[in-house]
């Protein structure tokens, strides 16, 4: 606990704050429009840097939180605050993810799938157009048929 103004540090203060695996890129921080998230920042980072301003606020930390509460709980308590809010803020960059990725498969979907959806079309109208010169053809020698036969 730091003496000087009877706020305890959290795990996230003592933790290497390097880049790590779950660094976010430009395009994420867009889409879940977290301010304040450069280039190089990861989720830990931001997350420490929210715990440090909570910290210096000197302020309430939740509705079951006071400052006269034991500093284990308190440092508990803001633990798992912190790691709530990693979690769900994996949980929204993972989702953009996947939005990511469908739009990109049905984008690749429709673009090779075009050429061959027009192709069977042009095959359709030929195939049409067939059927309708043999079923004329059918009619026109069933009529000559029966004009040798019935006259």
Not at 63 to 84: A, F, G, V, W
């Amino acid at each position: 606990m730091d003496q000087g103004n009877n706020v305890p540090y959290t795990h996230m203060d003592t933790h290497n704050l390097s880049p790590s695996s779950n660094s976010l890129f430009a395009e994420h921080v867009t889409i879940m429009n977290v301010p304040c998230v450069t280039w190089d920042a990861t989720i830990d980072t931001v997350i420490a840097n929210q715990a440090k301003a909570w910290a210096a606020s000197r302020t309430n930390f939740g509705r079951n939180c006071d400052q006269n509460m034991d500093p284990k709980t308190m440092r508990r308590l803001m633990s798992r605050r912190i790691e709530s809010k990693r979690s769900r803020l994996r949980k929204k960059v993972y989702m953009a993810s996947l939005e990511v990725k469908a739009k990109e498969i049905e984008d690749e979907i429709v673009y090779n799938l075009r050429p061959q959806i027009e192709s069977e079309q042009d095959q359709k109208t030929s195939l049409l157009s067939e059927k309708e010169t043999i079923i004329h053809r059918i009619n026109n020698l069933e009529k000559e048929l029966l004009h040798k036969t019935g006259n």
